[in-house]
């Protein structure tokens, strides 16, 4: 991947090797667990399926003994690689500490929040905060950020929307998420400036709660599958 990228003289090593992962895999699971104990095999599947890398949202009190699990756990993918585990949803900085001491790579957020930048450098972790205006990556760049979530993607324009936004700000990376399906993915991927979509499509609650991990295996590889399909 090439520097641009990836942003070279901006990010720490460290957190350039976590983009060029997200890089590869081209899709980040959003993953809401109501109950730590299912972190483990859901991780399996998502690993089984190809896609070894997890985001898991701060939405449940379960999050961060989520991410503990599946970081102690060191699980990994078809390809060698360990499982990639990151937390998403956070919005304040008492969660980027739980989110790091839990073992998070990285830390997403909603919303472009100083705060949580700053304690999310402090800790010296990766942190991709979301945006879905000009001025919001115009402030991201600021901050010498660059790459962020573009949030929520399908109700703020879609594909058109991050090809628009790429175009003054092409130093930008961008991590669409929200309403992404299957059947859109990859034109999201088709655009240069997006470096992974993120979606919730393969990980469905419903099997999720169902103990149903066969099921979330098997929509893993329909997602990685949807990832090498052409642009429609």
Sequence with gaps: MSDDVLGAGVLPDG??????????????PVVVLENAADAVPLGRALAGGGLPVAEVTFRTAAAADAVRALTDARLSGPDGHEL?????????????????AAGASFVVSPGLSPAVVERCREHGVLVVPGTATATEVQTALTMGLRTVKFFPAATSGGPAAVRALSAPFPQMRFVPTGGITEGDVAEYLALPAVLAAGGSWMVPASAVAAGDFDEVRRLTEGAVAATRRPRP
Excluded: I, S, Y
């Design 84 to 100: 990639l585990v990151g937390a998403g949803t956070v919005v304040t900085p008492a969660q980027v500490d739980a989110a790091v």
């Design 15 to 28: 957190h350039a090797a976590v983009l060029e992962r997200l890089g590869e895999l081209r899709l980040l």
